[in-house]
Nanobody, 115 residues
Framework: QVQVVESGGGLVEPGGSLTLSCRAP????????VSWYRQAPGKERELVAS???????VYLDSVKGRFTISRDNSARTCTLQMNSLKPDDTAVYYC?????????WGQGTQATVFS
């Protein structure tokens, strides 16, 4: 069974930073598109950022300039650096790895921005 492990959530004040990490040690990580989604209470899950096997990136408009997605294929890890956090960024963040019909999700990590 493929294991996708997220870490790095927590509590932070507005304007602060969090770094989320996603690791998948048992797959051909370099071939997968890795994405971060988030879901806030009462809202739909939305795509936050994505990075494909060529390191092309896509971002949700509201996080552009504040969040950065990156990958380290040798470590089979994807990182989402979140800066200038706002209360609206509060959500459970999920890592997703996709390649063709292969589609794997992590368990989610909570990020809470409060003042």
């Amino acid at each position: 069974q493929v294991q996708v492990v997220e870490s790095g959530g927590g509590l932070v004040e507005p304007g602060g930073s969090l770094t989320l990490s996603c690791r998948a040690p048992k797959i051909l990580f370099e071939h997968y598109t890795v994405s971060w989604y988030r879901q806030a209470p009462g809202k739909e899950r939305e795509l936050v950022a994505s990075i494909d096997s060529l390191a092309n990136t896509v971002y949700l408009d509201s996080v552009k300039g504040r969040f950065t997605i990156s990958r380290d294929n040798s470590a089979r890890t994807c990182t989402l650096q979140m800066n200038s956090l706002k209360p609206d960024d509060t959500a459970v963040y999920y890592c997703n790895l996709k390649m063709g019909h292969y589609d794997f999700w992590g368990q989610g990590t909570q990020a809470t921005v409060f003042s």
